[in-house]
């Protein structure tokens, strides 16, 4: 029952901005979106997090849409560093359980 | 902060052993979680803890796999007896939560453990 869904795979350039996009077309009112990444065999990474509003922390911005019904995350300066596999959750924030997708494999190019 | 530790990060083992994976959870973080990762199948959870308590253990594949959680500082995932297609990285997560029950959202990932069955 997959509640996202994102391309399997993007190319972004050095030093440009890497735009994620997710649907989530049938999220609730009480979940939220968040964002995770992973590095090569690491251990998945946490980025950001909203409702409805659009946040920024040092990682990164989410853009969700008035409607909640898709969110952009958006690395504004891409290294070759953030090169990984990028998974969009939606989740009830009284809900502990976390699934995982199939993500976003992001390949930043030189 | 020594973040999420688990060991060992490689096994290597023969089918029909038992395999012990061990984690040690963020000191003051009260939620734990096994994950399973395989190229086919992708992370799945598989079992998590509040305040050392099974919670859900619905994503257990079956009766060969059995988590414990003694203490706050200390986590088990045996497979017993261990076959091959139990071959995968195991990871383990812990979070805070807040107000005691609801998760942060924030989980804090361990480096793995890779499991391979002969």
């Known amino acids: 029952d997959a509640k996202t869904t994102q391309p399997p795979s993007m190319d972004c350039a050095e030093g440009r901005a890497a735009n994620l996009p997710c649907n989530h077309s049938?999220?609730?009112?009480?979940?939220?979106v968040y964002w995770y990444r992973q590095i090569h065999s690491q251990g998945p990474q946490y980025i950001i997090h909203?409702?409805?509003n659009n946040e920024t922390n040092e990682m990164a911005s989410l853009i969700i849409t008035e409607d909640r019904k898709s969110s952009t995350l958006i690395l504004p300066h891409a290294t070759l560093r953030d090169t990984a596999v990028y998974y969009c959750?939606?989740?009830?924030?009284?809900?502990?359980?976390?699934?995982f997708g199939s993500g976003t494999k992001l390949n930043v190019k030189p | 902060d020594a973040g999420v530790i688990q060991s060992p990060r490689h096994e290597v083992t023969e089918m029909g052993q038992e395999v012990t994976l061990r984690c040690k959870p963020i000191?003051?973080?009260?939620?734990l979680f096994w994950y399973r990762q395989t190229m086919m199948r992708g992370l799945e959870l598989l079992i998590y803890f509040n305040n050392n308590v099974p919670i859900d253990d619905s994503g257990m594949p079956e009766d060969r796999f059995s988590a414990k959680m003694p203490n706050a500082s200390f986590s088990t995932l045996k497979i017993q007896p261990s076959e091959p297609r139990d071959s995968a990285v195991y990871f383990c997560a812990s979070g805070g939560l807040a107000g005691g029950r609801v998760g942060t959202g924030e989980l804090f990932f361990g480096e793995g453990s890779r499991l391979t069955v002969l």
């Open positions: 000191s003051g973080h009260n939620s």
């Open positions: 909203g409702l409805k």
């Open positions: 959750i939606v989740r009830p924030y009284n809900f502990n359980k976390f699934y």
């Open positions: 049938t999220i609730s009112g009480n979940e939220y």
